[in-house]
């Protein structure tokens, strides 16, 4: 896949380039590259805490891999990155839930 190329290319010239990590991590996530993704995602999250995007596909992996508290974990650092992300807000809610059931 050229973008997955594109990706691995523009990581080899700054490897610190949060964004460019969690891309990679959701192409690699489609193609079934499952733990490869979660990689890119942390590294992702540890390089741009002021990104969103990283924390909540991460969080949205992880509740579908059944990690519940991995994606509650991953999505209030989401949150606290963009207060106002409506997806973000709705599925900490239904985690709250789940875990207030408990």
Partial sequence: MLAVQCLRLCLSIDSN?????NNLAVLLYK???????????????SMGDYLFEPFYNHALL??????????????QKGI??????????????E???YFQAL
């Avoid at 193609?31 to 999250?45: D, N, T």
């Avoid at 992880?62 to 999505?75: F, I, V």
């Avoid at 207060?83 to 900490?92: A, M, R, Y």
């Fill in 17 to 21: 380039h949060a964004s460019a990590y």
């Fill in 31 to 45: 193609k079934g590259q499952v733990q490869e993704a979660i990689g890119y995602l942390q590294a992702a999250q």
């Fill in 62 to 75: 992880s509740k579908e891999l059944g990690d519940l508290q991995t994606s509650y974990n991953s999505m």
């Fill in 80 to 93: 606290k990155a963009y207060p106002n992300h409506v997806p973000s807000q709705d599925i900490l809610k």
């Fill in 95 to 97: 985690l709250d839930k």
